[in-house]
């Protein structure tokens, strides 16, 4: 690795920053063996975590950020000043394999911009996977990017070799794609999405490999003016219309050269952290759009409490529930129980009538969920309906006294 | 008072003879005392338990917990393990489902702690290439080794992990307590090691590793607690970019600070022509570039030697589907010239249609088959195969532009239609959206029927339906 490569894969990491995916979960259990290298897990592993709170599981990077688009938010579109540089099929390979073998990274999230012509890109995208794959018996993890532009059958191909691709969707309302993106098009996107799902779908069924760990995409936060409840409602779409596995979620952060076309000022972080936690109620808690919605006002979640306690306050004639007799559905949308403590009191509560202490050892949230749940020797009485509950329950953490 | 001797750290095997001799002579937890080979023994000899008792039969997930347990570092792991077995040999057997009591909460933290610090060793060990000119036979010497500090006795559970994703390297694994060494061959589990000298030596790719993960933070997101959450501080001194991070976060606001003062780039004009220039020309221009991508992809079904293309003038009136190419097609690289195609050529001349006046393809461009030793049997494309191929065909016939498309067997009517067709029933013509179409069988259809009069009926029959196209053709021209 000479300096020159160095430099490439500072401005090509930097310029991939920008896209939370990160996950290396999903693939099916696959071993290199003695010929190859590495392996896939299923649960993926995060080797490291920046600063920022982030992961790294795989080696992000762009393949190149020069781009013939031209899209207000990026950091790499047509008119910005940022430097450019472009790695070789080869560099990506020889870097991936690198780290990999010094255990840096469960793999490669490879992406780029848009350079010569769609097709173009994505058949060099394609190439990387397929050499790592072919060439080196590489079983790690491979992401990749999809430009939704290319010719369908460079998708087809790019399925073959990768464990998950996305494509993302990046705004949630067309208008604001065409707005801020003008060289993209929002159903040219759900083509793909659609041309993707119903291959992963098949492949399954026919117990191919067709980028088995399915497909995700990405949407940013706060850079139009797109409300939670738009965004969610195109999250749900996605989930049900697409199967998607993941939709991420981005909070619009400034970057360097940025566009005046945009806010100067980032959306508050925590915004990002509340769609995750409700995008979650989504998928595992039984939750509708329109039920998490009703916790916030004007379509925008409460970013003072998380959402499942913004309904809960809300919706406080279901309230207490019984711990002993309620069922699964209901315990899941008690405040402070997730879904691994509701299923360990479902199977504890076959054996033994749960006290309190009893639901203090098999969840870490009692301090929210002691206000709405009825346990042998507990009931809330009043607490439930009282006016203060949301200050009791986010009151600020106690300054220690000094003597 | 019994008292138990076991190995310094993870010791499963005397654990469990331990346990069979107690379990055996039905011995009270509360009767024992165990201890690490470091502790010297307070009590003297106490009567030994049984070498020969038998094994206690124990429910998988109870033995699978054992084995995470025995791991911890907690001295009173084994103590815990004994009345956990005692309960289950006494009748409890699903008690592992007793998530609040409080022994098996106990336990499940133990257990989690053992699994969260595997993990973590998977996660932050980092191996340094060490070359090693002596043994150079092997990649140029090329070898892998790396130091970790694991909180539990868990080296020996870790190895399963690097064995298989590294088999093809020779590395070496030091830890505190206890090495792990991997020739690509056997594993070789060592004693404890000190931390080698050298690690630091350089390795462009240790270098180039470090500027990856001070590109890849993002300083408008700051957030130090919640990257310390998931990776204390105790493992920084062993991870080489972890160097980096004060002076990251140290510079982070000044950094956004730049971002967001610097006067916003007014946005220049806009001008889309060019991408959108570029996304029009990618397109193949003639079916020789087509054929061209066709034959550089790989297959979408395993196993071909090589992509069976269209054959037949580029205007021909006609254009005859067929399934995909077979053992002898394959070879050749050519449609329709094994078994079947030779009673295609049959068929096409009695109904008078010139072979080299129609276009030939195929639903699907890769002979998909089953080795049985020297032969190769033919397997159908599964539906979602034909239409990883569809978008081709497509392409393909709108190079052509034929006036009828004839679809020889089920696969081809169903790319063409997009739905499964039952060629029996429905064969004739039939709208496929932009072509107009006609359903008949396939060859090998006829080949597989067993010689006689219904045989030779459904040959007449395939004649006649290539005639029906014919005149269908020409009436049309």
């Known amino acids: ?403 | 008072m019994r008292h138990v001797e076991l190995k310094d750290g993870a010791d499963l095997d005397g654990f469990r003879r331990a346990l069979r001799g107690l379990v055996a002579l039905d011995v009270e937890p509360d009767a024992v005392v165990w201890s690490g080979g470091a502790t010297p023994s307070l009590f003297g000899d106490t009567a030994p338990l049984p070498a020969d008792a038998p094994p206690v039969p124990l429910p998988r997930p109870v033995g699978a917990l054992i084995e995470s347990v025995v791991c911890h570092r907690d001295p009173e792991r084994y103590a815990l393990l004994h009345r956990l077995v005692r309960r289950v040999v006494r009748g409890e057997r699903d008690i592992l489902d007793h998530h609040a009591d409080p022994l098996i909460h106990r336990l499940a933290l133990l257990d989690k702690a053992v699994r969260r610090d595997l993990h973590k060793m998977h996660a932050f060990l980092r191996f340094r290439e060490v070359r090693d000119p002596a043994n150079s036979e092997d990649r140029g010497g090329e070898r892998y080794v790396a130091w970790f500090e694991p909180d539990h006795f868990i080296v020996e559970a870790t190895a399963p992990f690097f064995v298989e994703r590294f088999e093809s390297l020779v590395w070496t694994i030091l830890t505190p307590v206890g090495s792990l060494h991997w020739d690509r061959r056997s594993l070789t589990v060592g004693p404890a090691a000190l931390r080698p000298e050298g690690l630091d030596r350089d390795d462009r790719f240790a270098e180039g590793w470090q500027r990856y993960y001070e590109s890849t933070f993002n300083p408008a997101r700051v957030n130090p607690t919640a990257m310390r959450a998931e990776m204390p501080r105790k493992y920084w001194a062993n991870l080489p970019e972890a160097a980096a991070i004060p002076a990251m976060i140290r510079s982070a606001p000044a950094r956004v600070q730049a971002m967001i003062e610097a006067e916003a780039a007014a946005p220049r004009r806009r001008n889309p022509d060019k991408a959108v220039a570029a996304m029009a020309r990618q397109e193949p221009a003639t079916l020789a570039e087509l054929n061209r991508i066709i034959r550089a992809a790989d297959p979408l079904v395993p196993g071909a030697t090589q992509a069976v293309l269209g054959e037949g003038p580029e205007e021909a009136a006609i254009a005859i589907v067929g399934e995909q190419p077979g053992d002898q097609e394959d070879m050749e690289g050519r449609p329709f010239v094994g078994p079947a195609g030779q009673l295609l050529d049959r068929a096409l001349e009695e109904a008078g249609i010139e072979r080299s006046a129609a276009y030939l393809t195929n639903a699907v461009k890769h002979f998909k088959f089953v080795a049985r030793g020297k032969r190769r049997l033919h397997q159908s494309p599964t539906a979602g195969e034909v239409k990883h191929y569809r978008w081709w065909l497509m392409k393909e016939l709108a190079f052509v532009r034929p006036r009828l498309v004839v679809t020889l067997g089920a696969t081809a009517a169903l790319a063409l239609s997009g739905r499964s067709v039952s060629v029996l029933r429905e064969r004739g013509p039939m709208g496929f959206g932009d072509w107009e179409g006609f359903v008949t069988v396939h060859p090998s259809y006829l080949l597989r029927l067993p010689a006689g009069e219904e045989a030779e009926q459904a040959y007449r029959d395939f004649v006649a339906d290539l005639r029906r196209a014919r005149e269908v053709v020409e009436g049309a021209g």
Not at chain 1, 38 to 44: C, Y
Not at chain 1, 389 to 394: A, E
């Open chain 1, 1 to 403: 690795m000479d300096d020159a490569l160095l430099d490439k894969l500072e401005i090509l990491a930097d310029a991939a920053k920008y896209d939370a995916s990160c996950a290396s979960s999903g693939a099916k259990r696959r071993t290199g063996g003695p010929d190859g290298i590495g392996s896939t897990t299923g649960a993926g592993i995060c080797h490291a975590y920046t600063p920022d709170g982030r992961c790294v599981s795989l080696l992000k990077i762009l393949l190149t950020n020069y781009c013939l688009f031209d899209c207000a938010y990026c950091i790499n579109r047509r008119s910005s000043n940022v430097r450019r540089a472009r790695f070789s099929v080869d560099e990506v390979v020889q870097l991936t394999l690198g780290f990999y073998k010094r255990n840096c990274i469960e793999g490669l999230f490879l992406s780029s911009g848009i350079i010569r012509s769609p097709d173009h890109t994505m058949e060099q995208l394609m190439l990387v996977a397929r050499t790592l794959r072919r060439d080196h018996g590489f079983a790690g993890y491979i992401h990749l990017k999809t430009i939704p532009e290319a010719s369908p059958w460079l998708i087809e191909q790019a399925g073959l070799w990768a464990d998950r691709l996305s494509i993302n969707l990046e705004l949630a309302s067309d208008r604001s794609l065409k707005q801020f993106a003008p060289e993209k098009d929002g159903s040219s996107i759900k083509a793909v999405m659609g041309q993707v799902g119903e291959r992963i779908l098949e492949a399954k069924e026919e117990k191919r490999r067709f980028s088995p760990a399915g497909q995700s995409t990405q949407m940013i936060v706060g850079a139009d003016a797109s409300t939670d409840l738009s965004v969610l409602e195109t999250s749900d779409t996605l989930y049900r219309r697409y199967g998607l596995r993941r939709v991420y979620y981005s909070a619009f952060s400034p970057i360097p050269e940025a566009s005046s076309a945009l806010p100067a000022k980032p959306p508050p972080l925590q915004r990002e952290n509340r769609l995750y936690q409700a995008d979650w109620l989504l998928r595992y808690y039984g939750f509708t759009v329109d039920e998490i919605a009703a916790g916030g006002e004007g379509g925008m979640l409460d970013l003072g409490i998380d959402p499942k306690l913004a309904w809960a306050l809300k919706n406080r004639e279901r309230f207490p529930v019984d711990v002993n007799s309620a069922d699964r559905e209901m315990l899941l949308r008690v405040p402070g129980l997730g879904a691994r403590a509701v299923d360990k009191i479902v199977e504890a509560r076959r054996h033994t009538t749960l006290r309190l202490e009893d639901v203090a050892r098999l969840s870490s949230g009692l301090k929210r969920a002691r206000a709405f749940l009825i346990a042998a020797d507990h009931h809330p009485g009043g607490l439930t309906d009282r006016a203060d509950l949301r200050q009791r329950l986010v009151a600020p953490p106690k300054q220690l006294s000094l003597f």
